[in-house]
Each structure stands twice: as C-alpha cells, then as structure tokens.
C-alpha cells in the first residue's frame, strides 16, 4: 500500500503542478485543469516520468502554437474560441485515447501498448500544431478528399505549413519517447507516419463525410494514429 501511495502521488503532483501553471497562464479554465490532471495522472502512473514528459511536451506545443499569431487567427474568424483556453472536452478529446492505453498497460503490460501510447500523443501534437500553425501562416487550404484549394479554416483542409510543423512536433514526441524507452529507435519514423495518417483521416471525415464536431474528430485520429502504430510495431517485430 505504501509504494502505491508513493507512486501515485508521484504521479499526482507533477500533473497537478502542470495543471495549476497552464490554468494561470489561461492555457485551460478550471474543468480542462481538473480532468486534464485525473487523465495525465493516469498516464503518468503507467509509463513513468516519460508518460509525463510527452504529454508536457504536448501540452507547451499546443499552448504555444495556439497562441502564436492568435489576433490574426481571430480577426480572420478563425482562433479558438475563448482566447484559445482549453476545457475539459479538450483534455477528453486528445487525452482520452492515450489515458486509454495506459489504463490497458496497467492491466495487461504489453511492448505494443508503448508505441500505442506515443503514436496517439503524437497524432494529438501533429493534428494541433499543424491546425494552428496552417491558421497562422499556410494562408489557403487543400482539401483532400477533391484535391481543391480552398479558403483558410475550410474544414478538413491542410496547408503544406502546416502539415510540415505537425510532423517536426510528431518526431519530437516519437524522438522523447525514445529517450525514455517507450519506443525503439526503429520506431521513430513509424511514429511520425502513423501521426500523419492518423491526422489525414481526420481531415477526410471533416472535409469529405461532414464531421463537424472538432472534439469527436480529436478522438478519432487519435485512436487512429495508435492503432496505426500498434500495427507497425506488430509488423516490424514479426519480420
């Protein structure tokens, strides 16, 4: 019992800390603070201080990126809304699928379960960073499923800004993650392409079938992106 108390306030106290600055830095109000600590925590148990540091590291990218250009994103109707403040369907729509994967470790500790995790941080980092820095900078947008330009905030559509700023962010969860031992160092490109598949299939729901939710949308690709990775990792271990 005393090992479970150290090691889940271990797991606690840096997500709490990390909770209680971006909510004074207005990164997230008070409900994406909470559920963002109980998601982060259980991450955090699971797979250690590198759980934690990837999803900081998620967490400074999406802040910064969000933050970066923000009137121009708003004057173009475009920013997020409350000055770019995440809430709770924020912390569930990106953290819920990781959280997932460190609840199933915790059951049934399995290799694949690593490279799951840090394929669906990493799709959650290239989808955020990609979205606001194609906002910012990629000035009109392709939309997949016809191949046809369109204008900034067209939904489903992406920016060659964009799509190169989401995978720099993507390698450099899969490359901590590797520092960490989550993954392999033969698993570092895998990470990023599944990211990057994981986001296209999102921009194809959003732009091709319609999808409107943004929260919905964030769950998806990023179970997409895990199970592209799990994928990976099970078809490289068996060659």
Known sequence: MQEFLLRLAASV??????GIAGYLARAFDRSGLVLGVVLGALITYSFGWGGFVLVLCFVVLGSVTTRLGYGRKEAGGIGEPAGGTRTWRNAVAN??????????????PADVLGMFFTASIAT????????????TYGGRVLTLHDMKTREPG?????????????GIAAAVIALLALGFG??????????????CLGAAAESLLKSAVGLTSTHVANV????????FG??????????
């Open 13 to 18: 106290v840096p997500n709490l800390a990390l």
């Open 95 to 108: 953290l819920a699928v990781p959280a997932f994967g460190a609840l199933v470790a915790l059951l049934a």
């Open 124 to 135: 959650a980092a290239f989808d955020t960073v990609a979205s606001e820095m194609g906002k």
């Open 154 to 166: 067209a939904p489903g559509g992406i920016t060659a800004v964009g799509t190169v700023s989401g």
């Open 182 to 195: 989550l993954v392999g160092v033969g698993m570092v490109g895998y990470v990023v392409v599944s990211a």
């Open 220 to 227: 998806i690709n990023t179970l997409l992106g895990g199970l």
């Open 230 to 239: 799990a994928l990976f990792w099970t078809g490289a271990s068996t060659i």
